[in-house]
């Protein structure tokens, strides 16, 4: 048999074992049960921390408000975090349980936040 032909067969089978630990419950796919949206938070420069426990997926900034830092569960510090610039949205996929945002020194942003909750 040639590498492509062992190649195949294995991704057959693999397709086969997945899909019997999926009938028999022994694999699940994690889904979301809920939506979590909080549009158009005030962030000063003191910051602001947001609880999400989910899966974090877009973080958008207004257009006429400052740029905003944020980091995920841990606290901006000056050397670790991203910024998002005004009528970015920045496109996230992670699990998160909390959102930490601060706007630049003596200014306000609004950011808007969308993930989904993670229920069992």
């Known amino acids: ?16 074992i997945i899909k019997r630990l999926e009938e028999s419950s022994v694999l699940a796919t994690v ?4 939506h979590v949206f909080r549009p158009m938070i005030e962030v000063s420069d003191e910051g602001a921390i947001l609880p999400i426990d989910g899966f974090l997926y877009s973080i958008k900034v ?30 996230i996929s992670r699990l998160a349980s909390t959102v930490y945002l601060k706007a630049p020194e003596g200014q306000v942003s ?4 969308e993930a989904l909750r993670m229920v069992s």
Do not use: C, Q
Request: aromatic letters at 10%; a positive charge.
């Open 1 to 16: 048999m040639s590498t492509v032909e062992i190649l195949n067969f294995l991704k057959k089978n693999l397709g086969i």
């Open 31 to 34: 889904t979301a049960r809920d």
């Open 62 to 91: 207004d257009p006429a408000y400052a740029p905003v830092k944020f980091n995920l569960d841990r606290p901006i510090t000056n050397t670790e975090y991203s910024i998002i610039f005004p009528g970015v949205i920045k496109i």
């Open 110 to 113: 609004r950011v808007t936040i």
